[in-house]
Structures are given as C-alpha cells and as structure tokens.
C-alpha cells in the first residue's frame, strides 16, 4: 500500500537507506527535508515500511531527491509505483518538468527511468561520493505535460 511520508517514519527510512545505499543519506539530511517541506510517499506493509520517495516540488518542477526500495522488496514494481504517484502528484499540482540525478552504475534504477519516459539531458562529474573517490550523477527529466 501506497501512503503518505511522515516524519515519524524516519527510524525506518535510516534503516531502508542504510542497507540499500552506498552512501546513505544522515537522519539530519531527512530532518532537513521534513523541515523543508519536502513531501514524498512510502511503500508499506503489516506497517513496515519497504520503500520510500521523497521530492522537492515547486509551481514549475518536481525534483526527485531520492527514491529507496529495500533489497527484499525490489523487483516488484514498488519504485517505478513510487515514482509514478510522485509524477501524478506533481501534473495534478500543474507542474510542467521532473528531474533526477542516478549514479553512472545505476544500472536497475537507469533501466527504470527510461522505462518511466525519462530522457537522460546531463550530467554533474563527481556528483556522488564513494568508497574511493566521487562517481558522475547522471540528470534524466521527464516532460509532465506531454
């Protein structure tokens, strides 16, 4: 099932992140989010949380900041369910423009944006950090109102 994030969600967004991300997001970083505004959705089940979204939405664009889905849980069509009822809230809300950035490797969640649509317009070099260095983000974008 498919609902709303709340911020007291977030022991078990640390916990889903921990486990799926080489470098995680900190408790500090979702606090800043939640303090932000930023509003995302969460996959869960028997109220445990499997997956989760969150996006920074503006009047003209829909940024997606991070999408998780935990390692038990992937390959059931719960991220490209995630994305989807973030890409539906940002039409319904007007917004003409979605964004992302993937790490290179990605290869799972590049498959699945281009599944979604998206279009690869850029990239940032050295975006993300890694064990032994910084990796390029790739930019995909998704046109909302075509």
């Known amino acids: 099932m498919l609902r709303t994030l709340f911020q007291s969600d977030l022991s078990q967004l640390l916990v889903i992140?921990?486990?799926?991300?080489?470098?995680?997001?900190?408790?500090?970083?979702?606090?800043?989010?939640?303090?932000?505004?930023y509003i995302g959705w969460v996959v869960e089940m028997?109220?445990?949380?499997?997956?989760?979204?969150?996006?920074?939405?503006?009047m003209k664009e829909c940024h997606i900041l991070n999408l998780c889905v935990a390692h038990h849980c992937?390959?059931?069509?719960?991220?490209?369910?995630?994305l989807e009822r973030a890409l539906s809230h940002a039409r319904q809300h007007g917004v003409n423009i979605a964004y992302l950035e993937v790490r290179r490797s990605n290869e799972r969640a590049i498959s699945l944006?281009?599944?979604?649509?998206?279009h690869l317009i850029g990239e940032r070099k050295e975006y993300y950090?890694?064990?032994a260095g910084n990796e390029d983000a790739?930019?995909?974008a998704i046109n909302l109102q075509a």
Do not use: D, R
């Open 138 to 140: 790739l930019i995909f």
């Open 46 to 58: 028997n109220k445990q949380i499997s997956g989760f979204i969150i996006v920074a939405l503006t």
């Open 129 to 131: 950090p890694t064990v």
């Open 113 to 118: 944006y281009k599944k979604m649509k998206f």
């Open 74 to 82: 992937q390959h059931q069509g719960w991220g490209g369910k995630l």
């Open 17 to 37: 992140e921990k486990s799926v991300h080489i470098t995680p997001w900190t408790e500090e970083t979702f606090k800043s989010c939640f303090q932000a505004g």
